[in-house]
């Protein structure tokens, strides 16, 4: 009786993720710099019409790859997501790459997000030493995801809700200039569609190019697979949220450049620059400052700095969530399966710490050379996750129906199957492999581009082969796949 006590009293992750910290976890994992600052530089490169017609596709592609992640997810809510299902239903050693792989690539991220941080407080404080800023963020990091994984739900929720309403407040402003109730429209219209290439301008060379920079801006959706582990209700709080979060996604990029098109030219110089440093040529500031509003340039600039501390809250949290369940599955040192009384892996907490820190540190007083690769070597592994997620939906609900269960029996259950992760695998893995297709295209292969784009494939695959060599494991077969709660 006692040993069953100590047992029940055990810390583990707490549920206390609640519906609304699920819907903006997810809608501030999409929504950045990529909407911020790069959407300009994809309207300039491919015309209006084909920035639209590339990030619809891309949206679809998410949209297929946020319901099979819905499905897996609110079957088997769990910290280690697509790691788990990728153990589970696909191949041991390929869960096992997936999760290193996706905590390597967010702590790395951190680094980059507090590089950034630094770049953008210059704007106000250009004579502080910008160490201080990305010491001072990265310890605020620290500390929203050590106290407790509400303290993370509540930043999340609040720094994303400053990115959705400057969106929601870009739109309005941007809608009643066009109508003429606000001043700074008098350009604006379907002419600008109509100017030299427009609509598509560049062909079907430039559209691959922001097909690319989509797929980034995309990714940080499939964190709400991250936070099932420890949300309330997963069951209902999950479907609800993928259904919710999408669309809103997809309106909030579709309706911004929309507006942006039709109220700056394509052939906008500004718009053609994507430099975080230069906060004035973000579309945004751009249509702030033609509605007359002078202090657009440091509205937007505090905006981004949200997003960026956002990323880096959100990277800090889904690393150190990986890590932790990588280690209760035997797959890291078990030191990092410790949780705190209040249910926080922090042991997992203080090593992301530290490799962001020494990530960073290498970026600022290091080698320049070694952090780019460190940075090469992650750039891929969110395409890579992503490809995961559909292998292992795709395998998930073939096992499902092979061993007689009932498909009503899942809370949640994704649409179009198989067709959904069929065409969300293959349009990733175009772009995933069409990342530098242009290196191949010269007299001579730029090898040095393929290197740096293309390395963190092969890093996966010696990760996912080395374990299956050492651990001689198999494909899991249909008939042999677990599905918790469920009697065969």
Request: hydrophobic share 50%; aromatic share 14%; glycine share 10%.
């Amino acid at each position: 009786m006692p040993e069953d006590k100590k047992t029940t009293q055990q810390p583990a992750l707490r549920r206390e993720l609640k519906a609304r910290h699920l819907t903006m976890i997810a809608i501030g994992g999409s929504i950045g710099t990529g909407l911020f600052v790069a959407s300009g530089a994809t309207i300039s490169q491919a015309g209006p019409g084909g920035a639209l017609l590339s990030y619809a596709l891309i949206g679809l592609m998410v949209y297929f790859l946020m319901t099979s992640l819905g499905e897996l997810a609110a079957f088997m809510p769990v910290a280690g997501s697509f790691s788990t299902y990728g153990s589970k239903y696909v191949e041991e050693g390929f869960g096992f790459a997936l999760g290193w792989n996706y905590w390597y690539n967010w702590a790395v991220t951190i680094a980059v997000e507090l590089v950034a941080s630094q770049l953008l407080m210059a704007y106000w404080f250009p004579d502080t030493p910008g160490w201080i800023w990305s010491a001072l963020f990265l310890c605020l990091m620290f500390l929203l995801n050590y106290i407790s994984v509400k303290g993370f739900g509540e930043a999340e929720y609040w720094f994303s809700l400053i990115k959705v309403a400057t969106v929601v407040i870009f739109i309005v402003i941007g809608v009643a200039m066009i109508l003429g109730i606000l001043r700074g429209g008098e350009q604006a219209g379907w002419h600008n569609w109509q100017i030299g290439d427009a609509p598509f301008a560049g062909g079907f060379s430039a559209m691959i190019g922001v097909a690319m920079i989509a797929g980034f801006s995309f990714q940080g959706t499939e964190l709400i697979g991250i936070a099932a582990g420890e949300s309330e209700e997963p069951e209902k709080n999950i479907p609800r949220a993928v259904r919710q979060v999408f669309w809103r996604i997809l309106l909030f990029y579709i309706l911004a450049i929309l507006i942006i098109s039709l109220i700056l030219p394509y052939t906008d110089p500004k718009l053609l620059r994507n430099d975080i440093k230069d906060i004035s040529v973000s579309p945004f500031t751009l249509v702030f400052q033609h509605a007359g509003l002078l202090s657009a340039a440091a509205i937007m600039n505090a905006v981004i700095l949200t997003a960026v501390l956002s990323a880096g809250n959100s990277g800090m949290y889904a690393s150190t969530r990986m890590l932790f369940t990588l280690a209760r599955e035997g797959k890291a040192p078990r030191v990092f399966a410790k949780l705190s009384k209040g249910g926080v892996p922090r042991n997992a907490l203080y090593a992301t710490t530290v490799v962001a820190g020494l990530c960073f540190l290498t970026s600022k007083f290091g080698n320049q050379d070694v952090y780019l690769w460190l940075l090469n070597t992650s750039g891929m592994t969110g395409f890579i996750a992503w490809l995961g997620i559909a292998i292992s939906h795709y395998r998930f609900r073939r096992g499902f129906v092979k061993q007689g269960h009932d498909l009503a029996s899942l809370p949640y259950r994704s649409t179009l199957f198989p067709l959904g992760p069929i065409f969300a695998f293959v349009l990733c893995l175009l772009i995933t492999l069409g990342q530098n297709y242009q290196a191949f295209l010269a007299d001579r292969i730029d090898w040095y581009g393929v290197t740096a784009t293309y390395i963190g494939i092969p890093v996966f695959l010696i990760i996912w082969f080395g374990y299956k060599l050492v651990r001689k494991t198999r494909f899991v077969k249909y008939n042999q796949m677990e599905f918790p709660g469920l009697d065969r």
